[in-house]
Each structure stands twice: as structure tokens, then as C-alpha cells.
């Protein structure tokens, strides 16, 4: 990396010119929103999960714009530095880690239970856009970038596994997988890989754990268990059913307030927020994460950087992936896999993880005309 690379700082107000208010209204928006719904997850009071989310969105949301701040060119810099710093936070969580509901994922921060793995679905894509900024397409099909680039996204999967959080490991994969994509891996390794996938996909399933294969039959079809493993899907669909075109009205779904919804301020925020405000509601939510990915898109679009580009792109996806995947676990289409809605869901970690996303995709944008080499 040259030194005139570092030397060449843009000014405040060019920074501020350059800067994406767009992206940064949308996520605001999504973040006042996501504390209102947190509100009504607690019936109207500000207790516990309203007051944490608040605390958290007013910490982290101004971190991010501070982050944003910094020169792209330092992230790149530091890319393998963070990568390695959370590969050793989830080797920490596998010898002492904060065990709960037979888990063990967080790290006791005191002020904050953290948990690495959500951090490293964004050090897995940052990590890989450094690696394959440095090789470039050219050498981005050798036999030793594919291994060093599955190296990176298989080491983490494990330990994540091993938590055992298989959803995490999954997404954490995909969201590495789709910069080999971007990075212009040949297209015949993702068939080959898929097929030997679906060949070997018995094997796999015969090392799932009880309650993972319970999540599957569940899917396949919930009334078999309605009072048990299908309660949580069968009451999602009947309270996003329920919520009509305009839905019921603030603080007034029936399933959240009278306790037939559990867990309705993580992973399943979606469902209380679509019983309240309807198909209406919940297709102008869906408008927002659009924008927001759009906007993303286009930081990585406008870059000269290829670090950038790779990056936005998948950081991108990964936005898009966590909001299908949430939305589509709780519509019943896919098994309950403990996907949070970004900055939506209750969840510090996750909200964190998402905020210096966003601040990098904002530096991007801010430094869209320097070219890291």
C-alpha cells in the first residue's frame, strides 16, 4: 500500500459532503421503529427490553457515525487484525463462556453479554474482501486462495457449531461464500459444491442434534407437536394472519399481548410488528430494508476501491440474507434457526455487529474516490 494512499485525508466538509444521509435517515428510522415495537413487546411500559434497546440504539448509533468517519483505507488495514481478534473472542467463548438454555455463546462484559459469533459474520466478509483485494480475479480461482478463503470461513463455522449454534454457523458461511461469488470464483466449484452438499445432506442430518432435527419436522409440519416444538410457528402465522391489511393498531395484537407469542422480542419481532400494523405495515418495513440495501449496494457501486466494492456488496447480501431468513422462519418457510432482524430484533450483540457494518459502508461511501492498492 502506497504512502500516498495514506497521506491523502479529505477534509471535514468534504467528508460531510460526501457523506450518505440517505442510508443514515433509513437506518434511524429503523432503529425509532424498532424501539417503538420493543415497547409495545413489553405492553406499553418501559421495562426491561424497551430500556436496553433504548440504551443500546443510543450508544451504538452514534458510534457508528464516529466510525464512519474513519478513512477506508484503516479498515482495510485492520481487516486481518479484527478477523483474528474475534476468532479469538469464539475460542474464549468455547472454554469460558457464559452458558444459558444449554448454549454457550456470550462473553459476561458486565455491561453487556457479547456474543462473537454476530461480530464475525461481519469479520468473515471484511477478512475476505482484504484477502481477495490483494490477489485480485486473477489469482482469486488458484487451489491456494480456495483453500485459504474456506479456511477463513470454515474455522469460525466450527467453533460456532460447536456453541451450538448451527443458524449462526450457516449464515456466517453464506455471508463468506457470497464474497468468493463477488470475487469472481467460477461458477462450476458452487455447482460442484452443492451437489456433493445435497449428496452428503443425510450424513449431515444424522450428526444434528435431538432438538435441530426436531426444528426440521417442525417445519416439515408443525401440527405434529402443536402444544409443543410447533407452538412458537403455529402462533407466528396466526398473529401475522390476523393482523389483516392494516393490522390492529399499536399496542394492540391480541397473540403478543395475552402471551400466546413467546419470544416476540428477538427473533420474532417481525410477527408482533406485522399483527400491530398489517400487510400495509409490514410491506413498508420490507420498503425500508430495501432502501437501506440499496443504498449499500451503491456505496460499493460508486468505489474505486475493490476492497470497498467487495465489502458493500457482502454486506449487502448479508442484510438481505438475515431479513429473508428472519422473516422467512417466522412465515413458517424455513426452520427456526435463531435469525435476528437487524437493528429490529432485542439483542446487543447483534445491534452492534450491524452498526459497524453500516459504519464501513458509510466510510465507503465517504472515501468512494480513493483507490486502496
Not at 451504538?60 to 488495514?77: D, E, G, Q
Not at 481478534?85 to 455491561?111: D, E, H, P
Not at 488458484?142 to 477463513?152: D, E, R
Request: contains cysteine; charged residues 10%; positive net charge.
Amino acid at each position: 500500500m502506497s504512502l500516498n494512499n495514506f497521506s491523502h485525508e479529505l477534509t471535514l466538509f468534504q467528508k460531510i459532503k460526501n457523506y450518505d444521509f440517505i442510508l443514515l435517515f433509513c437506518i434511524l428510522i429503523l432503529g425509532i421503529t424498532s424501539i417503538f415495537t420493543m415497547y409495545s413487546t413489553d405492553g406499553g411500559e418501559v421495562l426491561f427490553h424497551t430500556k436496553s434497546h433504548f440504551i443500546k440504539f443510543s450508544i451504538f448509533f452514534p458510534m457508528m457515525i464516529v466510525l464512519s468517519f474513519i478513512n477506508i483505507k484503516y479498515w482495510h488495514a485492520g481487516s486481518y487484525l479484527f478477523y483474528v481478534l474475534i476468532l479469538g473472542l469464539l475460542v474464549w467463548v468455547a472454554l469460558y463462556g457464559v452458558t444459558a438454555s444449554g448454549s454457550r455463546r456470550w462473553i459476561n462484559l458486565y455491561f453487556l453479554n457479547l456474543q462473537p459469533s454476530e461480530l464475525m459474520k461481519i469479520a468473515v466478509i471484511l477478512c475476505l474482501a482484504k484477502f481477495f483485494h490483494r490477489i485480485r480475479t486473477t489469482s482469486a480461482n488458484s487451489f491456494t486462495s480456495i483453500l485459504v478463503s474456506l479456511t477463513i470461513i470454515i474455522i469460525p463455522s466450527i467453533l460456532v457449531i460447536t456453541q451450538p449454534d448451527l443458524g449462526t454457523a450457516i449464515l456466517i458461511s453464506f455471508s463468506g461464500l457470497i464474497i468468493l461469488w463477488f470475487s469472481g470464483l467460477r461458477i462450476k466449484y458452487f455447482i460442484y459444491s452443492f451437489l456433493i452438499f445435497i449428496t452428503s445432506l443425510p450424513f449431515i442430518i444424522s450428526f444434528l442434534k435431538p432438538y435441530q432435527k426436531l426444528r426440521i419436522l417442525t417445519f416439515i409440519n408443525p401440527e405434529r407437536d402443536p402444544l409443543g416444538s410447533g407452538y412458537q410457528i403455529i402462533q407466528s402465522k396466526i398473529a401475522v394472519g390476523s393482523g389483516g391489511i392494516t393490522g390492529k393498531g399499536f399496542l394492540k395484537g391480541t397473540q403478543s399481548y395475552l402471551d400466546f407469542l413467546p419470544e416476540k422480542h428477538t427473533d420474532f419481532i417481525f410477527t408482533l410488528f406485522s399483527e400491530e400494523f398489517g400487510f400495509v405495515g409490514s410491506i413498508l418495513l420490507l420498503l425500508l430494508y430495501s432502501i437501506i440495501i440499496y443504498r449499500i449496494i451503491r456505496a460499493g457501486l460508486i468505489s474505486r476501491s475493490f476492497f470497498s466494492r467487495l465489502f458493500c456488496f457482502g454486506f449487502s447480501f448479508a442484510i438481505f440474507l438475515y431479513v429473508a431468513t428472519n422473516i422467512s422462519m417466522v412465515l413458517g418457510l424455513l426452520p427456526t434457526v435463531g435469525s435476528p432482524l437487524p437493528i429490529m430484533s432485542y439483542g446487543g450483540s447483534s445491534l452492534l455487529a450491524t452498526m459497524i457494518g453500516f459504519s464501513i459502508v458509510l466510510s465507503a461511501s465517504i472515501n468512494h474516490r480513493q483507490n486502496i492498492s
